[in-house]
Structure formats: structure tokens, C-alpha cells
């Protein structure tokens, strides 16, 4: 008999790789997860040439994203499906082609329907390069995945 | 002989141009330019399948994406390289495969090194699918392109 | 008889009547109706030394206050009850003790039981000395203001 | 003889003390500070009556005050005068008159002249009331206080 705390954890699981398994663009952009527990998400990525902007540094729409990914699998380990009100972000650091980065979610409020989220993204060198911040929405609906076990 | 106006519309014009050009992912998710005027852009973009996310709408970030390269392009069309240093977004429709999206970016205010844009993302049939802003912070960088017309 | 817009603006008009005679920290800031109509209110207030901060001028939660008064106000114009989600602000100009300052919210969208509001904030010289943006959640309360034309 | 870092926060705490005794309004709020150290502090103050808005609560702007002052006194300790760039806040639960609240603000990230710092306010409960974001850009002028000790 598993007890309540790791089926929690184990369906948080379940629905980030659900997710990430269905979510097109987080794949061209070659996420990867590293790190799974309610509320909380560890993603990784490598800057490649063609996220790019129009002066060689990696676009900010594409840190953005990562960073929105990770908000996205995070706000959805509850079992229940969340949808995004709204981000900001600011830039602390240039990204350049090659950097190996990281995104941290983690909760940091959340009352009712509301959710809060913090994103930080990290360079290999350990620099910060992005604070991201999002608030979302908890639906009704139930993720499908994951409630035994399957995907 | 040309007014400075008229030349300051080729330059902005040119700058714009020069800049997707050079934006890889800018040009990878289609962006096309309607309209250039200083401190003004307004970018179209058709949203695919490879944006999507695992919801299968369009990812926010991709949405951001486009906001930011609209943010981007108006904020250098005065000739001086300019870095985003804080952006925000809010997402009041979804965005679906095949919508045709419009951005309209517009400089609301600024102040010596700083300035202050929003960009409105628009559907089709009119909605607004995103309300981006974004504090820039413009350097003494001058871009080399068009200062004689030539790219 | 009335026509409907005519009683729609005319409950507009009591509510936000009725809301600045009960705003205790509004009536200390010496906040003024200028204008109501649906989604849309005009504030005014003077700047006083018992307002200013460290640096002798106007503290920014003061300003932020000013423009947060705003958006309630234009919020609650459609007879429900709504509550703010999230507001960010810019500074694009000081604001000093003496200026007559202007808040015009306006709503930019709005969806289900969200809407987004602007308000921008203006010395009486013209300069944007705040662009403030909102975001607020609309309850099933009713204001009971208002609907027969009482107070 | 001291040490250089214990010099460091004695001069944070001269800078925080002269900004609270020349700033007005944190006064009126009756803010005491907790807590100082370089690019950290912790403030306290007592909601009244007189800060409340037309529904009782709290006024938002008093809550975005108390955190924007967090955010001053915590950007200024390095000795160098910053000025807000752009701040944003989101709102977990409700501010009631009599609610003790703490203001803790600490530094996120810097890149040369700009800092992110991010204030948490919560309740005698225990309960986060708002999250606060600051982007701070460092000016040269140089705080005249504390650097012989002296006020």
C-alpha cells in the first residue's frame, strides 16, 4: 500500500510528462524534465542558433516560453487544470546560443481559485537570466492522467 | 530633396527590415511586417501546429513571442539599439491553429534613457488574444543600417 | 422613460459615487470624480507634502493608489462587485507636491469573468507620470447602489 | 577595529533610519523597521481605520505603499540612490483594519545598474497578502549618510 504523500508525487509526475509529451512547441525547444513535486518544477533546456533574435542572442519570446512551460507543468501537478491570467518577466542576464538553462517553479501563494508562481531561470554559470512570475486560474476540470497510475 | 520626416520613416523602415532579417526564430514562427513608423510597428504571424502546447492551443510563449519581436522593432526604430529590461503580459482569449494574428505595438510614454510600450495582439475576428507591455531601455548603440538608405 | 445607456451611466455614476463616499483612504488623498461612464472613470487629485516619500516627492504607492482608485472605480461601473487580481505600474516622470494629477482608467478587454484595465496617470502639464495596469475578477455580488436610482 | 562587512550594515541601517525619518507618508503608515541589512529588509506596520477603501478592506495602494517602501529602504542600502523603475503586485488574500503586517523585501538578481528585488507582505497569521515586484535602476549620486557613522 502506497500512502497518500507518494501518490501525490507520482501524479504529479504522471501529468508533467502527460504534458510534455502533448506540448509541441516545449519539444522543439527540447525541454527536459528534471524534477517533479507538487507545485514545484525543475525544467532544462540548451540554446540553440535558430532561437535566436536580430542580435544573436537567444529571443526573448523563447526564454519566455521555458519559463512559461515550467509555470504550466507546475500549476498542473494539482491534478486539476489551470490556465494562465497573467506573466511578467525581466531579463537580468543575456542567454546566448549554447547556454544550458534552467527553469525552478515553485508556488509562492495561492487563495481559492488563484494560484502564484515564481519562475527563475539560471546559466550553467549559475547567473540568473530571467525572474518570471505568473498567476493562474484553477479550473474544475480533472487531468485525466495519471489517477491510476496510467498514462 | 526629402524632409527629415519622410527620412525618418525610411530609417525606421530599414532598421525593421534589417532586424527580421537577422531574427532567426522571428522569421521561423513567420512574422511579416505591415506597417513601420517611428516608435510603431505592426507584425502578422499565422499560428501552427508546432506552437502548440499541451492544451493544443497556442503556447503563451510563442504569443509572447510575437508581442516581444512587435516590442523590439518599434522600440529601435529611432536609430539607437534598445534592450527590453521588463515585459507583462495578460492572455483574455486563446489562440487557436490557423488564427491569423495581428500585433500593434505603440510607445505610450518615455523619459531620458527609458521608454514605455504596449503591444496588442489581435485575432482575426478581432478579439484581443494578448496585452503586452514593455519598459525598454535605450543605448548609445547607434544601428549602423540605413543611415544612408542602404542595409 | 429612459432610455437604457442613459440608466446604465446614471448607475455608473451612483456606484462610484457611492464608493468614493465610503473610501476613507481615497477621501484622505482628496480624490475627485471628474467623469463616469461604463468602464471608464476620470480621477483628480492635488499632490500634498504629508504625501511625499524620502526623496521629496510624491511616494509611489500614493500615485499607485491614486490610479488603483481609478480602476476600481471603472471596474465596478457594470453593477457587479469586482476584486483586483494584479497591477504593475511604470514611472515614466516624478511627481511632485503641488501637481494636479489626472487618472483616466479605461477597460483595454475583457473575457468571462476577467476584464483589463488601463489607467494612466498625467501632471497638469501633460507628462505620463504612471501607466498603471490591472486586472480584476467580477464576483455574482450586485451592488445594491444605484439600481432604482437611490444611494 | 571593525571589519569591512560589519561597516557595510551599519551604513545599511544609517541609510534605512534617515530614508524613514525624512519619508512623510511611510510615517503617516507608521512603518517601523525589523530588519536591515545590505539589499535586505523587514518592516512592520498596523492597518487603520483610515486606510481602508470603499469596501473595508484595506486600500490596495496602502499595502503596495508598505512594500514599495520595503522595496526603497532595501535598493538604497548599498549606498548609491536607485530609483523604481516598474513594480507589480498581486494580492493573496484580504488586508483587514487591525491586521499586523510584515514587509520583507530582498534582492533577486542585479546586472550593473538595474536590481530585481521582490517584497513579501504577510499577515500576523502567518497568511501572504501580497506579492511585490521592484526592477530598481542605480544612480551614481552617492547617499550622504552613514559613511563616517554619522547621521
Same mark, same amino acid.
Given at each position: 500500500?502506497?500512502? !497518500?504523500?507518494?501518490?501525490?508525487?507520482?501524479?504529479?509526475?504522471?501529468?508533467?510528462?502527460?504534458?510534455?509529451?502533448?506540448?509541441?512547441?516545449?519539444?522543439?525547444?527540447?525541454?527536459?524534465? !528534471?524534477?517533479?513535486?507538487?507545485?514545484?518544477?525543475?525544467?532544462?533546456?540548451?540554446?540553440r542558433?535558430?532561437?535566436?533574435?536580430?542580435?544573436?542572442?537567444?529571443? @526573448?519570446?523563447?526564454?519566455?516560453?521555458?519559463?512559461d512551460?515550467?509555470?504550466?507543468?507546475?500549476?498542473?501537478?494539482?491534478?486539476?487544470?489551470?490556465?494562465?491570467? %497573467?506573466?511578467s518577466?525581466? &531579463?537580468?542576464?543575456?542567454?546566448?546560443? @549554447?547556454? !544550458?538553462l534552467?527553469? %525552478?517553479?515553485?508556488? %509562492?501563494?495561492?487563495?481559492?481559485? !488563484?494560484? &502564484? &508562481?515564481?519562475?527563475?531561470?539560471?546559466?550553467?554559470?549559475?547567473?540568473?537570466?530571467?525572474?518570471?512570475?505568473?498567476?493562474?486560474?484553477?479550473?474544475?476540470r480533472?487531468?485525466?492522467?495519471?489517477?491510476?497510475?496510467?498514462?
Amino acid at each position: 500500500m502506497s500512502s !497518500l504523500p507518494a501518490d501525490a508525487e507520482l501524479r504529479a509526475a504522471a501529468i508533467v510528462r502527460h504534458m510534455l509529451a502533448h506540448d509541441v512547441f516545449s519539444r522543439w525547444m527540447g525541454v527536459e524534465i !528534471l524534477h517533479v513535486e507538487p507545485a514545484r518544477v525543475t525544467l532544462r533546456m540548451a540554446v540553440r542558433q535558430d532561437m535566436t533574435n536580430g542580435f544573436g542572442v537567444c529571443h @526573448g519570446g523563447v526564454t519566455f516560453a521555458f519559463a512559461d512551460s515550467a509555470l504550466a507543468f507546475a500549476s498542473n501537478t494539482g491534478g486539476k487544470v489551470t490556465v494562465s491570467i %497573467e506573466n511578467s518577466m525581466t &531579463y537580468p542576464a543575456a542567454v546566448r546560443v @549554447g547556454d !544550458l538553462l534552467l527553469a %525552478e517553479a515553485e508556488r %509562492e501563494a495561492s487563495s481559492q481559485r !488563484l494560484a &502564484y &508562481y515564481r519562475v527563475r531561470v539560471t546559466r550553467g554559470d549559475g547567473a540568473v537570466v530571467a525572474l518570471f512570475r505568473g498567476t493562474v486560474f484553477q479550473t474544475d476540470r480533472e487531468h485525466d492522467v495519471g489517477r491510476d497510475g496510467s498514462e
